[in-house]
């Protein structure tokens, strides 16, 4: 069964700190989709990546950057010089055969300024 | 364009009572499915519809139910509401059916309280 763990139940760190976030997954697929999503306050979930099994390139957008590693199993994710506003939980998830999302537990992320 | 709107944002319901909640998807999409949040259960998939058919169905009493109209809007019932049932419900609208293609987005949520 497909399954997502984020190990990190809270992190809390400085402001202009870097962060990496961990997740590991489980499937049996060989083709699936990754995914990581920021729930901010307001209760929203705000898409940040997709990432299909074929490509394991490494992905970087502004300070967020996305490390995909098949032979360890893991999808982590960096915020480089991290910011108030990047105060969130954060949540990974895989598509299972059925084209659902599983979602992982998420790691709620506290930026002290 | 508009995002994913629900509505209400909050509600509280009595137990044994029942609740609809409303999900409009973002304009031209096709698919919706709903997901409820609890912090001991974290995030999980109620159900996906699609052109007004269920595609897809989690793991959860038969309490809960949608269904989808023509202009895609969606809505789910929860019947003989529990104290369990307390939860953000969470709506996700895409282009087309599953979030794999092209990704989900996600509504503010409905928080439900069940006293």
């Known amino acids: 069964a497909q399954k997502v763990t984020q190990a990190q139940t809270e992190i809390s760190v400085v402001e202009k700190e870097d962060v990496t976030l961990d997740c590991v997954y489980e499937?049996?697929?060989?083709?699936?989709?990754l995914f990581w999503y920021k729930q901010p306050p307001s209760g929203e979930l705000v898409f940040l990546i997709r990432?299909?099994?074929?490509?394991?390139q490494n992905e970087i957008s502004g300070r967020y950057s996305w490390n995909f590693q098949k032979s360890t199993s893991s999808f982590n994710f960096t915020i480089t010089a991290s910011q108030v506003v990047d105060s969130a939980v954060y949540f990974c998830?895989?598509?299972?055969?059925?084209?659902?999302?599983?979602f992982g537990k998420g790691t709620r992320l506290h930026i002290l300024p | 364009k508009a995002g994913v709107t629900q509505t209400p944002r909050y509600l509280i319901k009595t137990r044994g009572q029942q609740v609809t909640l409303s999900c409009s998807p973002i304009?031209?999409?096709?698919?919706v499915s709903w997901y409820q949040q609890t912090p001991g259960q974290g995030l999980q998939f109620l159900f996906e519809?699609?052109?007004?058919?269920?595609?897809n169905k989690g793991n959860f009493p038969g309490r809960f139910s949608g269904r989808q109209f023509s202009n895609s809007r969606s809505e789910m019932n929860v019947s003989t509401l529990e104290l369990g049932d307390s939860a953000l419900y969470l709506c996700?609208?895409?282009?087309?059916?599953?979030?794999?293609?092209?990704?989900?987005?996600f509504g503010s949520g409905t928080r439900l309280t069940v006293v």
């Open positions: 990432r299909n099994s074929f490509d394991e």
């Open positions: 996700a609208s895409s282009l087309l059916s599953g979030p794999s293609g092209y990704g989900y987005t």
């Open positions: 499937t049996r697929d060989t083709t699936y989709y």
């Open positions: 519809y699609f052109s007004e058919t269920q595609r």
């Open positions: 998830a895989l598509s299972d055969p059925d084209d659902k999302i599983i």
């Open positions: 304009s031209g999409h096709r698919s």
